[in-house]
C-alpha cells in the first residue's frame, strides 16, 4: 500500500487525517494521502522561502546536476512508474508511457537551460556606461496541479522553477497524489536537493490548494486546472495583485472543410477527442464539419470508434480505460450527454457505460445551445456540429475559449488562411492536436485561459524576473 506524505523541508510525515487513493479500473484502494492543511501549507512555504537564498546561489552546473539526479532517479523506476500512471489515473500504456517520457524530457530541457544564458547585454544608454539585463529567480512558486497528467504538469512547473534558481511548494490533485506528489518528492530527495527545495502537500483543493493559491508569502503561483477554480484564484490574487499563472480548460475545436482527406481526418478525431477518454485540456470537444463531407466524415468516425476497446489498462489492454471517478462520469453523462440528446441531438454510438468505463460516444446534429458544444467535455465524446462554410467554422471556432485547434483540408495554403483567424494558442494543419510536445509549446498556447508571463520554448522569463 502507497502512502503520498507530507514532504516539509526535507522530511516525510505521515501523521495526521487521512485519505483513501483508488485504483481507478477496479477501485481498488491503492494507498492513502495525507490531507494536508493551512498549517502545513505555513510550514512548507517558510521552509522554500529558508532554502531559497542558499539554492540560487548554487553554481548553475550544480543545480543542472541535480536536474539530471533527480531524473535518474525517475528513469531507475520507469516500469513502475508506467504501472503507477495506468493504476491511479486510469490511462492505457501508451498515454502513462507519454506522460512519464514527458516528465523526463522536461527535466532534461531543465537541466540544459538551467547552465544557458542568465541575460543580456544591452546597448548602453550613455557613453561609458555598460548596462546589463541579469535574470534572477522569482523566489518560492506554489504549484497546483490536476489529476489527468500528474506527473509530466507537476514537472512542467517544478523543473524550470528548480532550474533558475526557485524553490516550490506543490500541491498534486487529490486523486493523483502519488504520481503527482510522492514520485516527486521521494525523486527529490534521493536526489539529494537540499531540504526546502522541493515541499510536497498533498491534500484536498478547498484546504491544502486555497491555503497555497492565497498564501502571501509566494512569488508565483501555477496553477493548472479547472476554469471554475481558476476564476476563484483570479478574484483572490486580484484583491493584492498575487502574481499568479493560470493554465485552464478550453472547448478546443477540430474543423473538417468539404475538401479534406475524411479518413485521415477522422484517424486524427480519435486521438484529438478520445485520448485518455477525452479527459485532457487540449482534447477537441467540437468537431465543425462542412457540410459536403459530414456524411463521409460521420462514417469513418463511426466505423473507427465502434472497433475501440474499452477496459482495464492494466489487464485489458484496451484503447480507452475507466473515467477518472464517478462524478466526472455523472457529469459526462448526465450533464453532457443526456441534456443534448434531450435537446436534439442524435446518438450515433455509444452513450452507455458500466462501473466507470464509458463507452466512447458519437453525437450529431448538436447545435451552439446545447452542453456538448458550450461546455468543456472531458470524456469519450465526439459532438458533430455541420457548418456550411469555412467561415462559419471559424467564427463558431472562435466564440468559445480554446487551446489548441485542428483544421483539416486538401490544400495547405487553404489550412494557413484558416488557421490564422483561428484564436488558438495552437492550430494544427492535417493533424491531431494532441501530438504535439512540451518542447513545441508555442507562446499563446492557452490564449485567453492563461494570466501571466507565458511558457514557450525557452522557459527562462516565466521563471525569472530581469
Ligand atoms: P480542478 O480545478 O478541480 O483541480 C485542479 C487542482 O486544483 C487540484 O489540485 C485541486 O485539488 C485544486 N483545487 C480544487 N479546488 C481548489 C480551490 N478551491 N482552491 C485551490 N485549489 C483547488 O481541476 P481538475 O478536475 O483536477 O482538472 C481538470 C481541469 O484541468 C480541466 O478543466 C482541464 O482542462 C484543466 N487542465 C488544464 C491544463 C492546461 O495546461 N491548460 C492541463 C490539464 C488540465
Redesign the pocket.
Known amino acids: 500500500m502507497h502512502h503520498a506524505a507530507l514532504y516539509i523541508d526535507g522530511r516525510f510525515t505521515a501523521d495526521g487525517p487521512t485519505a483513501a487513493i483508488q485504483e481507478k479500473a477496479t477501485g481498488a484502494q491503492l494507498g492513502t494521502y495525507s490531507l494536508g492543511g493551512a498549517d502545513d501549507v505555513d510550514r512548507a512555504v517558510a521552509a522554500a522561502r529558508a532554502a531559497q537564498p542558499g539554492w540560487a546561489a548554487l553554481s548553475a552546473p550544480a543545480r543542472s546536476a541535480a536536474l539530471t539526479r533527480f531524473a535518474d532517479h525517475l528513469r531507475s523506476r520507469y516500469d513502475e512508474l508506467i504501472e503507477l500512471s495506468m493504476r491511479e489515473t486510469g490511462g492505457v500504456r501508451a498515454k502513462a508511457e507519454d506522460e512519464v517520457s514527458a516528465a523526463l524530457r522536461q527535466l532534461a530541457i531543465s537541466a540544459v537551460e538551467a547552465i544557458g544564458s542568465a541575460g543580456d547585454i544591452l546597448q548602453p544608454y550613455k557613453e561609458g556606461k555598460l548596462s546589463l539585463s541579469r535574470s534572477v529567480p522569482l523566489g518560492v512558486v506554489g504549484v ?6 500528474p506527473l509530466s ?1 507537476a514537472m ?1 512547473a517544478v523543473a524550470p522553477s528548480l532550474a533558475f534558481g526557485n524553490t516550490v511548494v506543490l ?5 493523483t497524489p502519488l504520481l ?1 506528489g510522492q514520485v516527486l518528492a521521494e525523486a527529490a530527495d534521493a536526489a539529494g536537493l537540499p531540504p526546502g527545495v522541493l515541499n510536497v502537500v498533498p ?4 484546504q ?7 498564501h502571501r508569502g509566494l512569488d508565483l503561483l501555477d ?8 476564476l ?2 483570479a478574484a483572490s490574487a486580484a484583491a493584492d495583485l498575487r502574481p499568479i499563472r ?5 472547448d478546443n475545436a477540430f474543423i473538417v472543410l468539404d475538401d479534406a482527406d475524411v479518413e485521415a481526418a477522422a484517424a486524427c478525431a480519435l486521438i484529438a477527442s478520445l485520448e485518455f477518454q477525452g ?5 477537441s470537444s467540437r468537431h465543425l464539419v462542412h457540410r459536403d463531407a459530414a456524411d463521409r466524415y460521420l462514417e469513418a468516425v463511426v466505423r473507427r470508434v465502434e472497433a475501440l476497446r474499452v477496459g482495464d489498462p492494466m489487464r485489458d489492454d484496451p484503447d480507452l480505460g475507466p473515467l ?1 471517478s464517478r462524478t ?1 462520469l455523472n457529469r459526462v453523462h448526465e450533464g453532457i450527454v443526456q441534456p443534448s440528446i434531450t435537446a436534439g441531438a442524435k446518438l450515433i454510438t455509444g452513450g452507455t457505460y458500466e462501473g466507470l468505463f464509458y463507452r466512447p460516444t458519437v453525437l450529431t446534429e448538436v447545435t451552439p445551445d446545447m452542453p456538448a458544444y458550450t461546455e ?1 467535455i ?1 470524456g469519450p465524446v465526439v459532438p458533430i456540429t455541420v457548418v456550411d462554410s469555412a467561415d462559419q467554422a471559424i467564427e463558431l471556432a472562435n466564440a468559445h475559449p480554446m ?1 489548441m485547434s485542428s483544421v483539416f483540408t486538401g490544400d495547405l495554403m487553404r489550412g494557413m488562411a484558416v488557421a490564422e483567424r483561428v484564436k488558438a494558442g495552437e492550430v494544427h494543419i492535417n493533424d491531431a492536436h494532441a501530438r504535439h510536445g512540451a518542447e513545441n509549446q508555442q507562446p499563446g ?2 490564449r485567453r ?2 494570466i501571466g508571463v507565458q511558457r514557450g520554448p525557452l522557459d527562462l522569463p516565466a521563471w525569472t524576473r530581469p
Open positions: 497546483i496541479t490536476p489529476w489527468n497528467y504538469l512542467r500541491k498534486p490533485g487529490e486523486l503527482g491534500g484536498d483543493g478547498p491544502a490548494g486555497w491555503a497555497l493559491a492565497e496553477f493548472t486546472g479547472s476554469r471554475e477554480v481558476g476563484a484564484i493560470l493554465e485552464l480548460g478550453g479527459q485532457t485540456c487540449i482534447s477518472i466526472q468543456e472531458f487551446l498556447f492557452t485561459q492563461w
